[in-house]
């Protein structure tokens, strides 16, 4: 199966990309909704999790992401202690499902694709960019908050310049009809990969 690996920064419309890839009939795996899931349902998981950040992880709801956060939040060395329990774990649950699947090729949708080398589960990757003051006008209207916040999130992120250096493709979201059609372009061209 044919993989092709989407990212793009806070704000840059790549969830809006899968959608429309989504719309040609290709299944799209959300790798952060799908991490999230796992750590609240996998019991290997979160046997790992408790082992290594306390049974705190876990509350009569579930997975405490608060206390996880305030975990791991400004402390490079368990953030990483974090991913290094997690991203396995998503990298396997991503090949199952891979396996499962039927259609030309699959899409994962990573916001870290490169960071944490969800990067080398795929045949080729597309950055969706946008312009920095539109990443933030559409980040502010639709999460509810100020605008320093989103940029102090956006400096832990990739830039534009590091992402269209990284990727096999890039493609510019400005308007819907531009997107539409680039998605279509790009439909046809994985389609044809695919198929090699």
């Given amino acids: ?16 990309v899968c959608r429309l890839f989504e719309q040609n009939g290709i299944a799209v795996y959300d790798s952060d909704a ?10 290997k998981l979160r046997e ?17 992401r608060a206390y996880l956060a305030g975990r791991v939040f400004g ?7 974090l991913n290094g329990i997690v991203h396995p774990a998503v ?12 259609g030309a090729y699959v899409v994962l949708e990573s916001a870290i694709l490169f960071e944490s080398g969800f990067d080398a589960q795929v045949d080729t990757t597309l950055a969706v960019m946008a312009p920095m003051e539109e990443r933030l006008r559409r980040t502010v209207e639709r999460d509810g908050v100020d605008r320093e916040a989103v940029r102090r999130r956006m400096e832990h992120q990739l830039s534009d310049d590091e ?15 531009y997107l539409e059609s680039d998605v279509e372009q790009l439909h046809k061209i994985y389609c044809y990969e695919a198929s090699l």
């Fill in 75 to 81: 402390d490079e060395a368990e953030l990483q202690r």
């Fill in 48 to 64: 790992q999790l408790v082992e290594a950040f306390g049974a705190e992880c876990y509350n009569e709801q579930g997975l405490d």
């Fill in 1 to 16: 199966m044919y993989k092709v690996g989407i990212t793009g920064g806070i704000g840059s419309g790549k969830s809006t």
């Fill in 91 to 102: 990298k396997a649950d991503f090949r199952r499902w891979t396996d499962a699947q039927r």
């Fill in 34 to 43: 799908r991490a999230k899931a796992l750590m609240a349902e996998d019991a």
């Fill in 163 to 177: 992402l269209h250096a990284r990727a096999a493709r890039t493609i510019v979201n400005l308007r819907m009809d």
